[in-house]
């Protein structure tokens, strides 16, 4: 099973944008990376997910090298209201492990 | 896009109990998973729901403490039995609109359970 690893935290100015890194170096060729985020209180959102070009949509945009060992979420503009914890997710046998994520501030 | 609801949002509930959680979607899903998260942890995939036949539990939960039933392609249900202060999380439904792996899931805002 592939397994990620994030910082634990990671501060952002509003307005900048917010490049949260993630290994999963372990990968293997088919497998996807999905990011999820979770804002207090509420169940996890989906953001993205992409297994070798980068992709971008409404919310995000997702960086994956092209060794696959590595990606980067970036949020172009963070507001306040990104302020959540992120988890980069590699499924394991169709299943979501939830690792202990990033926690992101951003702040004024 | 659809629409989890999961019922009741929240509850308090006395030590030896039983609680049951509904989550409904609002069009047919092909994959439903009920997750635990425990507090100031990250979540725990408990087991997917098969429409029509019986649960595939991770390891560490038993069926005899987290029944669930799934009836048809829109609607499960996650029973906490015997509950103990240790139950005490939020539990929350995910679905998979296709059967394609590749899809992500989409989750329900949970239920916040507190054991007395």
């Known amino acids: 099973d592939a397994k990620t690893t994030q910082p634990p935290s990671m501060d952002c100015a509003e307005g900048r944008a917010a490049n949260l890194p993630c290994n999963h170096s372990?990968?293997?060729?088919?497998?996807?990376v999905y990011w999820y985020r979770q804002i207090h209180s509420q169940g996890p959102q989906y953001i993205i997910h992409?297994?070798?070009n980068n992709e971008t949509n409404e919310m995000a945009s997702l960086i994956i090298t092209e060794d696959r060992k590595s990606s980067t979420l970036i949020l172009p503009h963070a507001t306040l209201r990104d302020t959540a914890v992120y988890y980069c997710i590699v499924p394991y046998a169709d299943k979501l492990i939830f690792g202990t994520g990033t926690r992101l501030q951003v702040f004024p | 896009s659809a629409v989890i609801s999961q019922k009741p949002s929240r509850d308090i509930c006395q030590r030896g109990t039983s609680l049951t959680i509904q989550c409904q979607v609002d069009s047919q899903v092909t994959m439903m998973f009920w997750y635990r998260q425990q507090p100031g942890q990250s979540l725990t995939l408990i087991a997917t729901?098969?429409?029509?036949?019986?649960?595939?539990?991770e390891s560490g939960f038993v069926i005899d403490k987290f029944p669930i039933s799934r009836p048809n392609l829109t609607f499960s249900t996650l029973t906490v039995s015997n509950m103990s202060p240790e139950d005490s999380s939020i539990y929350l439904c995910?679905?998979?609109?296709?059967?394609?792996?590749?899809?992500?899931?989409?989750f329900g805002d949970g239920t916040r359970l507190s054991i007395l």
């Open positions: 992409g297994l070798k």
């Open positions: 729901a098969n429409q029509g036949s019986e649960a595939t539990y």
């Open positions: 372990t990968i293997s060729g088919n497998e996807y």
């Open positions: 995910s679905v998979r609109w296709s059967g394609t792996s590749n899809q992500p899931q989409h």
